[in-house]
C-alpha cells in the first residue's frame, strides 16, 4: 500500500476534493467538526488510493493482517472498513485458495462509461479549474524536485517512468502516470505542493481515465516524462518546470478537447 494520505473526510470538507464549506452560527469563528471513526479513516485512505487508479481493478488489497499492521488498527477495525468498501461496491472478498479482497471499480465496461461522461459533463467547470491550478503547482514541484533530488528519488521517478511506457493497457499507464507525478510531488519535499497535487490527481482521474486509449498519446506522454526525467537527473530546476509544464499543456489540450465535445 502506499504512504498514508492526508485525510479528507473530517471537519471541514475541502473544495478540492467538491465538498461544500459548513454554515455556521452567525456571528461564530467556530465551523461544526464530524469526527470519523477509526475504520472510516481506513475505508477512505484505501477509497483514495483506488480513485487515484494506484490500486487497479482486479488486483487483490494487502491481506487483513498486513492492512492491521500498515494502518496501525486492529483487524475489526479493517474488517468494518472493507464492509464500507464492500458497500460502495469498490471491492469484494472471495474465498478459496486464491480468495482475499479485490478491486471491483471504478468499472471501465460501457454503462461505466456512459455515468463517467454524465459526470464530467457535470463537474466541467471543476476540471478546467484543476487544470488550471495544475498548470501552476506542478511546474513549480518539479523546479522544487530538481533542487531536492536523492538517488533514491531519481531511481523512484525512472521505474514508474518506465512502466508507463511499457504498459500494455490503459489502465497500467493511468495508474504509472500517477506515479510518476506523486513521486515528483514528494521530492519536492513540500507538504503544500504533495497535497496539492495528489487531490488535482483525485479530480482528473476521471477526466484522464475517459480520454480514448491511443498508443500515439501514450507515446507522446512517455516522451514528455523523459525529457522530465532529464532535467530532473541535470537537477536543472528551470528546465525541468518547463518540460511538465510542456507535457501538462498537452494533456490539458486532450482534456478540454473531450470536455467541449461531450
Not at 471541514?12 to 479513516?41: K, M, T, W
Not at 501552476?136 to 524536485?145: D, F, N, Q, R, T
Not at 533514491?152 to 500494455?168: G, R
Amino acid at each position: 500500500m502506499p504512504s498514508k494520505s492526508p485525510k479528507s473526510g473530517s471537519g471541514r470538507a475541502s473544495a478540492a476534493n467538491g465538498g461544500s464549506v459548513p454554515r455556521r452560527d452567525p456571528g461564530s469563528i467556530f465551523e461544526p467538526v464530524e469526527q470519523l471513526r477509526a475504520h472510516e479513516y481506513v475505508a477512505e485512505q484505501i477509497r483514495r488510493q483506488i480513485a487515484l487508479r494506484l490500486i487497479p481493478m482486479g488486483n487483490a488489497l494487502p491481506t487483513e493482517r498486513q492492512l492491521a499492521t500498515q494502518f496501525g488498527v486492529g483487524r475489526a477495525t479493517v474488517q468494518n472498513a472493507l464492509r464500507l468498501l464492500e458497500a460502495d461496491r469498490l471491492v469484494e472478498s472471495r474465498r478459496g485458495r486464491n480468495g482475499g479482497t479485490f478491486v471491483v471499480g471504478p468499472s471501465t465496461d460501457d454503462l461505466a462509461m456512459d455515468y463517467l461522461l454524465a459526470r464530467l459533463r457535470h463537474e466541467a467547470p471543476r476540471v478546467r479549474d484543476a487544470l488550471d491550478f495544475r498548470a501552476l503547482v506542478e511546474p513549480a514541484g518539479a523546479s522544487m524536485a530538481a533542487k531536492r533530488l536523492k538517488k533514491s528519488d531519481l531511481d523512484e521517478i525512472v521505474v514508474a517512468a518506465t512502466k508507463s511506457a511499457t504498459a500494455e493497457t490503459d489502465i497500467e499507464f493511468q495508474t504509472h502516470d500517477t506515479e510518476f507525478h506523486l513521486a515528483i510531488a514528494r521530492t519536492a519535499r513540500n507538504g503544500f505542493i504533495y497535497d496539492a497535487v495528489e487531490r488535482l490527481r483525485l479530480v482528473l482521474a476521471d477526466p484522464l481515465a475517459a480520454l480514448p486509449a491511443s498508443k500515439v498519446w501514450q507515446q507522446r506522454s512517455s516522451d514528455q516524462h523523459a525529457a522530465i526525467v532529464q532535467a530532473l537527473k541535470r537537477r536543472d530546476a528551470g528546465e525541468a518546470a518547463e518540460a511538465m509544464a510542456a507535457h501538462l499543456r498537452a494533456t490539458a489540450k486532450s482534456v478540454h478537447a473531450l470536455i467541449e465535445s461531450l
